[in-house]
T-cell receptor, first 109, second 115 residues
Framework: AQRVTQPEKLLSVFKGAPVELKCNYS??????LFWYVQYSRQRLQLLLR??SRESIKGFTADLNKGETSFHLKKPFAQEEDSAMYYC???????????FGSGTRLSIRP | EAEVAQSPRYKITEKSQAVAFWCDPI?????LYWYRQILGQGPELLVQ????????DSQLPKDRFSAERLKGVDSTLKIQPAELGDSAMYLC?????????????FGSGTQLSVL
């Protein structure tokens, strides 16, 4: 069965430190992976998707099919990065989308 | 920028009562999703529509939950009767449905408390 695992419920780092939010997935086909973010009092929104191979707000994520991972990284954390981050897997021609349990990122000044 | 609209924003009800949530997706979006998010967990897919047709309702507790999207535009999710364990945030999301695996646009959600 398809599954997305985010092992850390909370990640707290100092401003300026590197950040890595972990995401592992289980899917036998070709996955489409996303990171969604929810800032305080805002809607859940797309941060980035692996197919675009883009960097958004300094964040990048690389799909590692061998390790079935899609970790989110940023070299220098900023206070405005504090938010809930959800990894998501999209699969099938019907675009079914499932989410991980989320990681709360807290940036300390 | 167009947004997904949901109402009500908050709903408090007693167990065994009926509740209904409404969602209006972004205009022209063919695919509509209802998710349930329990505190401390990620969104869990309840039902997915493509236009007026249900694509996936495998996780919808059909003994008490129902969802419809009669004209392929807005949608209603109903719970009858509500149980204490139904307390959660109910999120609606939409996408254009033009390509597979595209991004979702989320509403602000309806926070349900069952007493």
């Amino acid at each position: 069965a398809q599954r997305v695992t985010q092992p850390e419920k909370l990640l707290s780092v100092f401003k300026g430190a590197p950040v890595e939010l972990k995401c592992n997935y289980s899917y036998s086909g070709s996955p489409e992976l996303f990171w969604y973010v929810q800032y305080s009092r805002q809607r859940l929104q797309l941060l980035l998707r692996h197919i675009s191979r883009e960097s958004i707000k300094g964040f990048t994520a690389d799909l590692n099919k061998g390790e079935t991972s899609f970790h989110l990284k940023k070299p220098f954390a900023q206070e405005e990065d504090s938010a809930m981050y959800y990894c998501a897997l999209s699969y099938s021609s019907a675009s079914k989308i499932i989410f991980g349990s989320g990681t709360r990122l807290s940036i300390r000044p | 920028e167009a947004e997904v609209a949901q109402s009500p924003r908050y709903k408090i009800t007693e167990k065994s009562q009926a509740v209904a949530f409404w969602c209006d997706p972004i205009s022209g979006h063919a695919t509509l999703y209802w998710y349930r998010q329990i505190l401390g967990q990620g969104p869990e897919l309840l039902v997915q529509f493509q236009d007026e047709s249900v694509v996936d309702d495998s996780q919808l507790p059909k003994d008490r939950f129902s969802a419809e999207r009669l004209k392929g535009v807005d949608s209603t999710l109903k719970i009858q009767p509500a149980e204490l364990g139904d307390s959660a945030m109910y999120l609606c999301a939409s996408s254009s449905g033009q390509i597979t695996n595209e991004k979702l646009f989320f509403g602000s959600g309806t926070q349900l408390s069952v007493l």
